[in-house]
Structure formats: C-alpha cells, structure tokens
C-alpha cells in the first residue's frame, strides 16, 4: 500500500469530535471527516464551483454515474466519497489525551436576561469539554497507488490550512471548540502552491449546477482575530473578569493556555442583535432573524446550528487570542448585511468584545475578504 501522509496538530482550545454518549473520550476520526468535508465544501463553493450538501434532503449527495464520471459528482465528493464513488483515502488519529465530558458554564449576562423575563429556566448555559488533549496525529492513507493525487493532496493541506489561521476543527466549533495549530507538516507539503491549485480547482472536470442554500461558502466568510491586552492578562487571575459563571470547574491553574470564554461573547453577540437600534429601517422579526444568526432549537427557525462562531480564548506564544468567523450572506437580509458590517469594522467590535470579556482591553484585525486572501493568508499572522 502507498505510504500514508502524516501530519501532527496541536490543539489550542478542546477538540471535540464526541460519541452517541456524549463522551469526550478521544478523537475520532469520523468527526474529523465530517469537518473537513464541510470546510472542504465551502472552498470549492467560494471559488466558484458546485457542492452538494449530504445532509440537505432537498438536494441531497451526488451519485456517481460511470457514463459521465466525474462529471458526475462536485470536487467534494470526488474526495470524499458518495455513492457509488469511494473515499480517495482512509484517516487514522493517534491521540495523546482526550476532551473529558462536558461541563455546564452559564454566562451571567444571559441570567439577568431571562430574569427579566421572569424566566430563569430558558438559561441552561452552555456545555465545554474540560481538556484540551495533546498533540495527535493524522495518518492520511490513500486506498490505493495513485488515489490522492497532486490535486487532491493539495486540496487536504489547503483546507487544513485555512482552518489552521481562521476556523476551527471537530464539531461544536461555534461554541469554542477546534482552534488548532499544525506542528508538523511532515509529507503534506503542498504540492501546488495557492494560486495553481485555485486555477486547477476552476478547471476540474466535476458536477455543475447552483449550489445549496443555505450552504456554508467561503465568498461569504467574515471574521477577526481579537488580541488581548497583555497587561491586563499579565495579572493573576485575569480571566476571572470574565462574567460567567461555572469556571472554578475547570482545572486552569496559574499558567493557563486556553479559558473557557466563548460563551460570554456569545451572549454580548446575542445582546447586540436584540437592540433595534442597530438595525435601522429593519421592521421585521429580530427575534427569529437572532435564532437565525446564533443558532436555536426552538421552532419555527429550528432546530439551526449557530451561523456565528467565537472561540475559547487561547494563548498564541505570549499572547492571548480570540477568533470571531462567520457566514452571512452578502446578498441577505438587512440584519444580514449590518451583522457583516459589524464584523467588518474593528471600531465596533472592539467596545462589544471588552464588554464581553468583562472589560478586558482587546485589539482586532479583520480576516482577508477575498477567497484568495483567506486561502493564502497575505497579511495575516501565525496562529
């Protein structure tokens, strides 16, 4: 059999890939699949190309057709597999620790919210694995001489280089969970650089047609990096500004590399798309376009994932970090349109991130806005 493609990560916050129980006991390589697919999915739509979405019942997965071949199926299944086409590689993790099961952190923002409301019961808070498990390993094995091609070799160690400077892996990722870091690359070097492998994705022989909506796509990604002031993270306990409630459960200690933070900025993003004023001349229902933007399970806009993702904050060298990424739409709503400019706009974001953080001073650089930035990353720092 050919020799596998070996790369080594680094979580930054807890990875969580889960089980039927609900148990982090270690990575599993089926929720990394699904992640990868899925990040997979949104770069061939933003670079202009059709994928299909296995879990949309209205459109469903591609089928293979031998008469047509692979212009049978989009570029995401012709890597990942669908009917009648198989999977071009088999993935293999050994891991070094695991998530630990979820504990229960409620944002105090969000308590005085259904207090109002004379309702504390709609507050369950939010669920966030205790660990963040050691570095792993991916064996990347083709299923056979010849099946990962330059192309498809290429397309792996893109996709998992976006979501090394910009999103995150495993599931749960728009509470907090995924930042990783890729510390070594060992035989995944790429193969193509960017801007060739971007010109061979335009040209692939694969399935044609209009993609999926809603479908993640990265045309519509928006997002930044929050920095924290290193002064104030310089103090002991600094973290305990953040105003949730449930982090003594967490084993921090005094040198921390990541906290569990993502739900109080997530109810301070909650609070900002409850007030009218940030949306003038909009007149519809800006509750149900808020279930839409953070995710519900309450009918008749759910059960929705979250379209905004924040992560845990986590310790980059000497400095604290924090990611804010989304799919909005550029055609949408006009909720959708004034989310995109909030998050376009460091001068915005700023006051509502340190008032989430519990007035920790922050500073904020916007991701690229073209897909080709956010695929080669031109002016963007290391993780």
């Not at 086409?85 to 630990?100: I, K, M, T």
């Not at 084993?251 to 900002?272: E, K």
């Not at 309450?298 to 986590?314: E, M, N, R």
């Not at 909005?328 to 709503?333: L, T």
């Amino acid at each position: 059999m050919p020799e596998p493609i070996v790369v080594v990560l680094l979580p930054l916050t807890p990875l969580w890939t889960g089980d039927a129980g609900q148990r982090g006991s270690r990575i599993r390589e089926t929720g990394l699949l699904g992640s990868l697919r899925w990040w997979y999915e949104a770069i061939v739509r933003g670079l202009g190309r059709y994928a299909c979405d296995p879990s949309d019942p209205s459109s469903g997965p591609c089928v293979y057709d031998e008469n047509k071949s692979l212009a049978s199926i989009c570029l995401a299944c012709q890597l990942f597999g669908c009917t009648g086409y198989g999977r071009r590689f088999r993935l293999v993790v050994e891991s070094n620790g695991d998530a630990g099961n979820p504990v229960t952190v409620k944002s105090k923002q969000s308590q005085t919210y259904f207090e109002s409301l004379n309702d504390r019961t709609k507050h369950r808070g939010w669920r966030i694995p205790p660990n963040v498990a050691g570095p792993f390993t991916l064996f990347v094995h083709p299923m056979r001489p010849g099946a990962l091609d330059d192309f498809a070799s290429a397309a792996i160690y893109h996709t998992l280089r976006f979501i090394e400077r910009y999103g995150a892996l495993g599931a749960k990722t728009s509470h907090g969970q995924g930042v990783m870091k890729i510390t070594d690359w060992s035989t995944l070097a790429a193969l193509m650089e960017t801007d060739a492998w971007i010109g061979a994705v335009g040209v692939r022989p694969a399935k044609a047609g209009s993609n999926p909506q809603p479908a993640p796509n990265l045309s519509d990604f928006i997002g930044a990096t929050v920095t924290l002031d290193a002064a104030a993270t310089s103090k002991d306990n600094w973290w305990q500004a953040i105003p949730l409630t449930g982090l003594e459960r967490f084993s921090f200690g005094t040198d921390p590399s990541w906290i569990a933070s993502a739900p109080a900025l997530r109810a301070q993003l909650r609070g900002w798309l409850r007030n009218n004023a940030n949306f003038p001349g909009f007149n519809g229902d800006l509750r149900t376009e808020r279930h839409s933007r953070m995710g519900t399970i309450q009918a008749p806009v759910g059960p929705k994932s979250s379209d905004i993702f924040v992560t845990h904050l986590y310790k980059a060298g000497d400095q604290w970090c924090m990611r804010i990424f989304a799919f909005v739409a550029k055609n949408g709503s006009a909720v959708a349109l004034a989310v995109r400019a909030f998050l376009a706009d460091p001068a915005a974001l700023k006051p509502e991130i340190r008032a989430g953080l519990g007035a920790i001073p922050v500073e904020v650089a916007t991701f690229p806005t073209d897909v080709r930035g956010l695929l080669t990353g031109e002016g963007e720092k290391e993780v």
